[in-house]
């Protein structure tokens, strides 16, 4: 996520989760725990796709 301009907000106590924020975008958050599961890489994968997809039709 970092790689497409997403900050990752490192849970603080008593979280177990991940927030990632990129400006104009909505957060994405993802369980801490390893191995991320498929329902989670999928969910990324669309977004960055969706995101991907609407810079090509801003240009």
Known sequence: M???GYEMNAP???SSHYTFRKQGCMPVTI?????IKKVYVEM???IVESEAKNDEDAE
């Open 12 to 14: 603080r106590s008593g």
């Open 31 to 35: 369980p801490k725990h390893e191995p």
């Open 44 to 46: 990324v994968r669309q």
């Open 2 to 4: 970092e790689s497409y």
